[in-house]
Nanobody, 126 residues
Framework: QVQLVESGGGLVQAGGSLRLSCAASGRTFNNYAMGWFRQAPGKVREFVAGIAWSSGRTYYADSVKGRFTISRDNAKNTVYLQIDSLKPEDTAVYYC???????????????????WGQGTQVTVSS
């Protein structure tokens, strides 16, 4: 049974940093991409960053490039999202998700992802 468990969220002042973690278990993820999404109040869930587990290739939404960094630790089966220079508009629930890869295309759509975590709240105060 696949489990994705996010942690690391919290309340932080604008300009600060956070590192979110996603602990993955229940299967091997070598053929998967891991994605981070976020959902702000009243808004749709949106893709922010992803990483191909095997190759380490990363991809980002244009809106977060330069401030968000995704990485993974194979030994710990954990994916991280480092968020720097936080802004109030980054306030959202952040979700980790896993997408089975069948080729080289890395996906950004919600429906492409097979497994989801419960989310971790990030609140940025101005």
């Amino acid at each position: 049974q696949v489990q994705l468990v996010e942690s690391g969220g919290g309340l932080v002042q604008a300009g600060g940093s956070l590192r979110l973690s996603c602990a993955a278990s229940g299967r091997t993820f070598n053929n998967y991409a891991m994605g981070w999404f976020r959902q702000a109040p009243g808004k749709v869930r949106e893709f922010v960053a992803g990483i191909a587990w095997s190759s380490g290739r990363t991809y980002y939404a244009d809106s977060v490039k330069g401030r968000f960094t995704i990485s993974r630790d194979n030994a710990k089966n954990t994916v991280y999202l480092q968020i720097d220079s936080l802004k109030p508009e980054d306030t959202a629930v952040y979700y980790c998700a896993a997408d089975r890869l069948y080729g080289s295309v890395l996906h950004t759509r919600l429906n492409d992802y097979d497994y989801w975590g419960q989310g971790t709240q990030v609140t940025v105060s101005s």
